[in-house]
């Protein structure tokens, strides 16, 4: 396992734009197969989670063609809505939930079976969040122990369109149902709580597909989707993640004397809770040129170094973060006085139970943290003559975003941080390490 250590650094400066997003990355590589005709995709995240998309897609029957050089368009050539074929071998997801959770929703409404598997991490987290729904559609699946994978799923001869209120705020789940929803007749509904990220909502309507969204008045919202479609390749241009940035906006904040800018980041309003919770932590962040791009809003992001203050972050902004807390979580330990995070029980079944893992290794760099069944606060050593200690090695437990906001973390705090496996990091930021070096951050 290749192990990576940050240590405190001099200031970071400079303009960076980080990889393409990963949840519209997944939805292009699913649609374009799905539409008849060419998709060109710009921007693709060429991480390893999509890869393990495009894979499967192809082993779905989809010609998908990568790019002579990384970094180009990739272009998909589609089935049309119904159009999957039967897999020859295991469906691998790696370790991605995304990729997992949406491919069922696909394969239920096709009349074949396929077995999926993924990595220890995947196979450790639930999918009866997306069995259930889709055996309602008309799938059966066959899973291991607790529901999880690898599991074998026979899709619906006849997909019914069903109506389905979300028992947990996840925009997986209510991405699967209305892709399963695609190749049944009527119309699929579904009824989410609380908003979640709607790249699923915008990306069908602008293949083609016909999608309702009305706002049911109490923040919650129904969703409307026609079934049987013909969807039409599409350009599709994929913004920086802000998932991603929120790596480097946290590290400027941080590191003392830094004045950074992250460029053509996503900034749809139901990704940009971080950028609302470090304005609540006192960052100096700012939005530049914020434009629309392809349906999604997006800006440049510039941060500086900055006095953190404490704050309380509110449950209702989790789905709007609900990425971005194991970052956020650094950010505050790095300020003076008490940050209170809520709402946090979905970060138990992430990559790994971020909430436990965090506090675990937070601890073991010498900040003080009290964990709830779905709460934290930190105490933070801002305005003390404490800093954060460091000087850890951190298991990163097979989770890109632990790994990544503990070396963060090095980057500000007196002794070095080490983590004991890197290598899930190329699962969301293939080129991490290069990208923040090029902004002054020290590793080794
Ligand atoms: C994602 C939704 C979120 C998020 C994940 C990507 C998506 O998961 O954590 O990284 O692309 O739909 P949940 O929907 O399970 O919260």
Redesign the pocket.
């Known amino acids: 396992m290749p192990t990576l250590t940050s240590r405190k650094s001099a200031p970071l400066a400079g303009k960076a734009r980080v990889p393409g997003d990963?949840?519209i990355s997944?939805r292009a590589l699913m649609l374009g197969t799905v539409a008849l005709g060419e998709t060109r995709i710009s921007g693709l995240l060429e991480g390893e989670d999509v890869l393990r998309t495009a894979a499967a897609m192809r082993a779905m029957g989809a010609t998908v063609i990568a790019p002579e050089t990384p970094g180009g368009d990739w272009v998909v050539h589609g089935l049309g809505v119904g159009g999957l074929l039967a897999p020859h071998e295991d469906l691998d997801m790696g370790n991605s939930?995304?990729a997992a959770r949406l491919l069922l929703g696909l394969i239920a409404g096709h009349d074949f079976t396929a077995r999926m598997v993924g990595d220890a991490s995947l196979s450790s987290r639930p999918m009866k969040r997306v069995t259930d729904p889709l055996s309602q559609v008309g799938a059966t699946f066959k899973t291991a122990d607790g529901g999880r994978l690898p599991l074998r799923i026979t899709g619906a001869r006849d997909p019914m369109p069903i109506a389905y209120e979300l028992p947990v705020?996840?925009?997986?789940?209510k991405?699967a149902v209305l892709l399963a929803g695609l190749n049944a007749p009527g119309e699929t509904v579904v009824v989410e709580p609380k908003p979640?990220?709607d790249?699923s909502e915008k990306m069908l309507t602008h293949f083609g597909g016909k999608v309702r969204v009305e706002d049911l008045g109490d923040g919650g919202r129904r969703i409307t989707l026609n079934g049987r479609p013909e969807l039409k390749g599409r350009d599709v241009i994929v913004p920086a993640d802000i998932s991603s940035a929120a790596f480097l906006l946290v590290a400027a904040a941080i590191v003392p004397g830094s004045d950074i800018t992250v460029t053509g980041v996503g900034l749809n309003p139901l990704r940009a809770g971080v950028i609302e919770t470090l304005k609540d932590l006192s960052a100096d962040i700012e939005i530049l040129d914020q434009r629309t791009e392809a349906g999604e809003m997006i800006g440049d992001v510039r941060v500086r170094a900055s006095n953190l203050k404490g704050c309380t972050v509110p449950a209702s902004r989790a789905?709007a973060q609900?990425?971005e807390y194991p970052v956020l979580f650094v950010a505050s330990a790095f300020a003076q006085g008490d940050t209170r995070f809520e709402g946090l029980d979905?970060l138990r079944v992430?990559e790994s139970d971020r909430l436990s893992v965090m506090a675990e290794g937070l601890k073991a760099c010498g900040v003080d943290v009290e964990e709830g069944e779905d709460w934290l606060v930190v105490h933070g050593v801002g305005g003390t003559d404490k800093t954060v200690a460091g000087g850890a090695e951190v298991r990163s437990h097979l989770d890109h975003r632990i790994a990544m906001s503990f070396l963060v973390l090095g980057l500000a705090s007196e002794n070095p941080i080490t983590i004991d496996d890197a290598s899930p990091i190329d699962t969301s930021f293939p080129g991490f390490r290069a990208l923040m070096e090029s902004l002054g951050a020290s590793f080794e």
């Open positions: 990963k949840s997944h939930g995304t705020a996840s925009a997986q789940v991405s979640t990220r790249h789905p609900i990425d979905e992430k």
